[in-house]
């Protein structure tokens, strides 16, 4: 009987240090919850690491696996997971980007200790451009790897080929901006030896010459993500003997060099869902073989040197939901894009970018038959004629921009139906009418509101309380005056007011200069507005102020200190131009005070503005030397 219990006890304790594999039982640690080794290993990697707020205050006692970032396997007891992340944003001092939270200071190899690590972040410190350790490349069990805007700089080391289990490789460093912070990749090859990897982002690290990396990506069998936006390629072969990218579903390629025509093996990535290659200075045609691309629900081809209008085949895009060709030459009439848009492409389509692409015709039925359509772009074109009443059946568009065309005749009823409407950009046509509290009754959610440069008036009650709370305004030449628009003092986030030429003959009301707190940018030059301007130090987000053409008058004002572009010129200001009031703005592109009655002299203070590209203090009644 005892003897049978004693075998019990035997079997028993074998099975759990044999099942369990706990080191920390069967190590005899079981206590602390943590491995030892890892837990020297992590404080030895701690020590090396700038912490100034001591972020990192729990690591102390036994039980590593409850510090702060460190996560143990619940099986082995083993460190998997280091997250030492900053979550903050972080803000930007002398160039260089902080928070209370960044850690910085050295990597140490002691971090090998961690042998079964298989997720390690260090994303968004700032390490003061070191290199990636070459050991990085020693954690075999590693799965993620994020190194992202970690302040991490140099030539990335070729070692890191050796992390055979990786699937996700994130180095975008896009959020630095010294050459200290630039990441570099010479020979790619070590990429194609990651054959677990699924998702790779080397936005922005640079590539040089000669670097194969399109070979070496050809030959991961699982990757489903590419990010190389920003990388300074300069070229793309052409042709690949077999094209391997088997479940390959996201390629970035934007913001580059390459200047060729658009590579041939693009159209046989049949899974891909989403390709943007737009910002290059590609030539030539779009592949009609774009077409066979099945599954593409968002191409960016915006901003190359293309011709040659879009394929037909693209009618067969029938999960295509964004479009974008800005920038590129289609030159053709609306008209004759009806069949490719009255394809398959038409039930899928949520916003379609067509801006400055040389289109030119009326807008076209085809067009309103794009009822999931969001976003609709095609600014700076030559289209004409009137802007059809069908635009109400798009009622799903929250952006509809038509800028810098010839629109003419009024602007239809139905375009105040869509209530959905973010954005509205009307501007630069030839459009005219009266337009009343009525038309934008509907139009809560709209933020930005451009009828700049047509024949357009706005007539509304003083007590008129707009539904929506706009971020921009632009009512260049819009009739809105002659009593200055009441209802702006609702717009209490403003950060652009641009009304020129607006009809307006009143004084300044006082609450303008409150209102415009929020804002950077603000213009009702060409009005015939009057009154004094009051100190406007404490507006700290503006840098963009035009009251020129008015009838201000009194002193000049004392300016906030961000402002580059200021224009007083053509009112009555007088006084003279004092030295603090110019120290105060480092920036300043441009400066004019012509047509005042300011008197006195220049202030040598002007000097110091290096910064400045125009200045004009003409038409005054200064007095005195130029300053040297
Ligand atoms: C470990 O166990 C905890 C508590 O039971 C659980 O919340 C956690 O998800 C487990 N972790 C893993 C990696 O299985
Ligand atoms: C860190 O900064 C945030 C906001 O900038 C502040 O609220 C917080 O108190 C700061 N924390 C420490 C530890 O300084
Ligand atoms: C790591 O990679 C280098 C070259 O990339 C190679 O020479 C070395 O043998 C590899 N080390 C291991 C442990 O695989
Ligand atoms: C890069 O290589 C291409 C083709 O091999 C060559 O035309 C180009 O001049 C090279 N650029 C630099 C900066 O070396
Ligand atoms: C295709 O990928 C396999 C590995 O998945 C690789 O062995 C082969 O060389 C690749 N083919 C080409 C042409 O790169
Ligand atoms: C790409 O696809 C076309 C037809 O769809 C085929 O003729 C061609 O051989 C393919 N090219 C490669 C490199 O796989
Ligand atoms: C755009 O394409 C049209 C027609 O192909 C051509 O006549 C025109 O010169 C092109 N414009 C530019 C800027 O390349
Ligand atoms: C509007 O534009 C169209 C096309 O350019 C033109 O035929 C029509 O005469 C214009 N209408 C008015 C009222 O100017
Ligand atoms: C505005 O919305 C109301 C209901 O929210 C609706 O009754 C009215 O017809 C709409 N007006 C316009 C012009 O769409
Ligand atoms: C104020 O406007 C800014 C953009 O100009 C926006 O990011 C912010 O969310 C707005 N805040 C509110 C409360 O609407
Ligand atoms: C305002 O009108 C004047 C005179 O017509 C013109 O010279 C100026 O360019 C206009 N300014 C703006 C911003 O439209
Ligand atoms: C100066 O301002 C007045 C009043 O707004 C305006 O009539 C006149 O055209 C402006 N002169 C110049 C040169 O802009």
Known sequence: MATDNVYVLFFLLAFLCIQLIKPN??????????????RSALLEFKRGLKDPTNRLSSWVGEDCCKWEGVTCSNHTGHVVKLDLHNPHPLSYVGGEAYNNWTLGGELRPSLLGLKHLKYLDLSMNNFGGISIPEFMGSFHNLQYLILSSAGLGGLLPHQLGNLSNLQYLDLNNDIFVAPVHEFRIGDALWISHLSSLKHLNLKNVKFQNGTHWLEALNM??????????DCAIQSVPLSLPHVNFTSLSVLDLSDNLIDSTIPSWLSNISGLEYLDISWNSLQGNIPPAFGNLASLKSLHLDNNHLQGGIPTSFKNLCRLQNLILSGINISKDLLELDEIFSGCIKMSLESLDLSETNIRGQLPEW??????LKVLNLGLNLISGPIPVSIGQLASLQELSLPQNQLNETIPESVWWLSQLV??????NNLKGVMSEAHFGNLTELKYLSLS??????KVK????PPFRLESLRMDSCKLGPEF???????INISEIVMPNASIIDAMPDWFWSLISTAAYVSVSGNQISGHVPNLFHLNNLYQ??????????PLPYFPSRMYFLDFSNNSFSGTISLDIIMNMPDLIYLSLSKNNLSGEIPFSVCQLQALWVLDLSKNMLSGEIPN
């Open 545 to 554: 102020l035009d009251l020129s053409s008015n009838y201000f008058e009194g």
């Open 462 to 465: 003083s007590n008129w309380l």
């Open 367 to 372: 067009l309103f038959q794009l009822r999931k």
């Open 25 to 38: 039982v069967c190590d005899g640690a079981l206590t602390s919850g943590c491995i030892p080794a890892e």
């Open 485 to 491: 628009p009441a209802w702006l003092q609702s717009q």
């Open 453 to 458: 440069s047509n024949s357009l008036t706005l």
């Open 220 to 229: 991961l069998p699982s990757i489903v993500e590419i990010y190389l936006s």
């Open 423 to 428: 954005v509205l950009d009307l501007g630069y």
